[in-house]
């Protein structure tokens, strides 16, 4: 027992029974009983039974100041004895949303000076989804309804959100994608090339934008959306020719650009955006995630000034949630950003923490398991291979090797995730260069251990 009245196993045995977990197979994990997690600090969660794990994954990807921070909490208490609620709908707002839109605004480069808040990321790309139909229509263009996405993003698990992303596992089940969404292919050149550079394949594959707009009629065509790095799809780096070709087609075509910055967002590449970072000038630009480090949940839509005044025009958008807005964490979204920014924490990962996070990532790269070891800013991606020369993935099914390695990481200390066979992690944006050693230590020994067991279990055979 470490802080709650009930044992490990009296926890597991309610969770088990009542608590339907998000992307879970529910029958794998109640025979073996869910991991709790009771508390945090710094970059460190503490379970149930009192092990200390290096939370290498910031959460999901939201943690970008750490946990522990009082000011965060003591913001929350604040506004809720003040005003724990009120809503934004008919035409009332509250210091809170007003301040925070200013705020997001001052941040968001070139003119996304306006916000539209949700609760989530994937209600945010909810909202991207009916409004840039709206525009159009409010634009005299009903018929542009189509939004072009990309195979393997994420962009949620919302109708609209799911629909957007482009995942076959969520495809798959619930009817998705809803129609008038189309996908195109991702510039992942690790595992869908072989005979092309890296800068060929980055513009071969910006330009399949172009060709869907041509192929689908561009006064069709509402939007193109997409992350720029993907995050959940295996931490997907575009090669540098890829976004300044994208832009380039979203300038000379009647089409909106979407980017959502859930993850890229709030510091994570060692710019306030991944916009930032690729020189891109979004019309509409998704947050949530590390706009409060997950402390509350927030998200929105930073559109910019053409896109706000096209809204304008076009009378009620009779769209919105109860909790868009919300004062508490609308407040708290304001310290998280306060304290990002007068900490410095952000030009600090650029100067410091990602440059030496890269370094020493790369050094993985040397392992019998890693076919690539990638990074950028706080974030980084290793490929596991049974043949790394070849780059060949595994004949076992996808994914076996990559639950072994985040099984061997959860038992010595690290939370690393796995998105098929490639083992990932998005720290904390506070890391120390001393916390990312013991990260790449814990991971070089999981890698060991995966290996022997990958060997043990006749796993290194290639497809
Ligand atoms: C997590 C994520 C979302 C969805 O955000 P939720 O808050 O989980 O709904 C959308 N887009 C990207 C890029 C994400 O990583």
Request: include cysteine; glycine fraction near 12%.
């Amino acid at each position: 027992m470490a802080d709650n009245h009930l044992s490990t196993a009296e926890m597991q045995a309610l969770d088990a029974a009542h608590h339907l977990h998000p992307f879970t197979d529910s029958a794998a994990l109640n025979k073996k009983g869910a991991r709790i997690i009771t508390r945090a600090e710094g970059v460190y969660l503490t379970d149930s039974e009192g092990q200390t794990l290096l939370d290498g994954m910031s959460g999901l990807w939201c943690v970008n100041i750490g946990y522990g921070r009082a000011e965060l909490a003591e913001a929350a208490k604040r506004q809720m004895l003040q005003l724990p609620y009120y809503n934004t709908f008919f035409q009332t707002s509250h210091p809170p949303v007003l301040e925070l839109a200013a705020r997001i605004a001052e941040l968001t480069p070139g003119d996304l000076d306006h916000v539209f808040f949700a609760g989530s990321g994937s209600e945010a790309n909810d909202t991207n989804l009916r409004m840039v139909r709206h525009y159009w229509a409010s634009m005299g263009k009903p018929e542009k309804t189509y939004v072009i996405a990309r195979k393997n993003a994420y962009h949620g698990s919302t109708m609209g959100g799911g629909s957007l992303g482009g995942m076959a596992g969520i495809h798959a089940q619930g009817g998705l994608p809803i129609p008038g969404i189309v996908h195109i292919n991702q510039p992942h050149w690790y595992a869908e090339v072989d005979d092309l550079t890296p800068e060929e394949f980055g513009l071969q594959r910006a330009r399949e934008l172009e060709a869907e707009i041509d192929r689908l009629g561009e006064h069709r065509v509402a939007a193109f959306i997409a992350e720029p790095i993907q995050g959940a799809g295996g931490v997907i780096i575009p090669p540098t020719t890829y976004w300044p070709e994208i832009q380039r087609i979203c300038d000379e075509r009647e089409i909106l650009l979407i980017v959502d910055e859930v993850i890229t967002g709030f510091g994570r590449t060692g710019k306030w955006f991944g916009s930032e970072y690729y020189g891109l000038r979004p019309d509409i630009l998704t947050i949530a995630k590390g706009l409060s480090s997950g402390y509350l949940p927030i998200g929105g839509s930073v559109v910019n000034n053409k896109v706000a005044e096209g809204l304008a025009a076009g009378g009620e958008f009779a769209h919105g949630y109860t909790f868009s807005g919300h004062p508490v964490a609308a407040a708290v979204a304001l310290e998280n950003l306060r304290i990002l920014d007068e900490e410095g924490i952000v030009p600090k990962v650029e100067a410091e923490t990602a440059p030496y996070l890269a370094k020493r990532w790369a050094e993985l790269g040397d392992h019998p398991l890693v076919g690539e070891a990638r990074s950028l800013g706080m974030l980084g991606a290793l490929e596991l291979s049974p043949d790394k020369a070849n780059r060949f993935k595994f004949a076992a099914d996808e994914g076996t090797v990559g639950y072994l390695g985040r099984e061997n990481a959860f038992a010595n200390g690290l939370v690393m995730r796995h998105v098929g066979d490639k083992m990932i992690i998005a720290p904390p944006l506070v890391i120390t260069p001393s916390e990312i050693d013991e990260l790449v230590e814990k991971a070089a020994l999981v890698l060991d251990l995966t290996l022997a067991q990958a060997k043990d279990q006749g796993l290194m055979v290639a497809a």
